[in-house]
């Protein structure tokens, strides 16, 4: 079981960028997928989650980045996306995509660094 | 200020046992299951508890997680250097229609 994020850069505020998670290992059709953040010195951030196909493939988002960010998946790659709009200095920090099990996330990815400074 | 509330930081000697409490609310941990995670700079974070008192495999009988109405704690019997770490207990708000993550713990083996 195994996810990779990519797509982490330097972006300077009020650009877009957009994170992939690549999933293998498991029936990632059947999963739904959430992104978790931390910023530099603080703590894990929820930021949003996608559910599965079957469950409409419904998304929820924090309401920091609601308006923002969206979540997207394409199972016949096995990614999730996570397009970030109108980027704020604030949103800089490691991004980490996850499976969720609609209660707990297991497992995670290794992160990709997102910093969003001029 | 994050909605579930943890100690900053938790600290003990080797062998011995500490626990890491969690408040919130009604609309939190009050009426959805509990889950405490595991970070280690650099890495991946760890599930080590979900559904407030399961274990995955592999996770050592030393952690474990009890919940009572709008709380939550996690304690580690037979304390361990490998066991410093930050612990982050979360939950679905109900109210906000999200999950919440608590502000960490960071917990050093003196």
């Known amino acids: 079981v195994q996810l990779v994020e990519s797509g982490g850069a330097l972006v300077q505020p009020g650009r877009s960028l957009r994170l992939s998670c690549t999933a293998s290992?498991?029936?990632?059709?059947?999963?739904?997928m959430s992104w978790v953040r931390q910023a530099p010195g603080k703590g894990l951030e929820w930021v949003g989650l996608?559910?599965?196909?079957?469950?409409?493939?419904?998304?929820e988002y924090a309401a920091s980045v609601k308006g923002r960010f969206t979540i997207s998946r394409d199972d016949s790659q096995n990614i999730a996306y996570l397009q970030m709009n109108s980027l704020k200095t604030e949103d800089t920090g490691v991004y980490y995509c996850?499976?969720?099990?609609?209660?707990?996330?297991?497992?995670w990815g290794q992160g990709t660094l997102v910093t969003v400074s001029s | 200020q994050s909605v579930l509330t943890q100690p900053p930081s938790a600290s003990g000697t080797p062998g011995q046992r500490v626990t890491i409490s969690c408040s919130g609310s009604?609309?939190?941990?009050?009426?959805?299951?509990v889950n405490w995670y595991q970070h280690l700079p650099g890495t991946a974070p760890k599930v080590l508890i979900y559904?407030?008192?399961q274990r995955p495999s592999g996770v050592p009988d030393r952690f474990s997680g009890s919940k009572s109405g709008t709380s939550a704690s996690l304690a580690i019997s037979g304390l361990q250097s490998e066991d410093e770490a930050d612990y982050y207990c979360a939950t679905w708000d109900g109210s906000l229609i999200g999950v919440l993550f608590g502000g960490g713990t960071k917990l050093t083996v003196l």
């Open positions: 559904n407030n008192n």
């Open positions: 996850a499976v969720w099990n609609y209660d707990w996330f297991d497992p």
């Open positions: 009604s609309s939190n941990i009050g009426s959805n299951t």
């Open positions: 290992g498991f029936t990632f059709v059947e999963s739904a």
């Open positions: 996608i559910r599965r196909r079957y469950y409409g493939g419904t998304t």
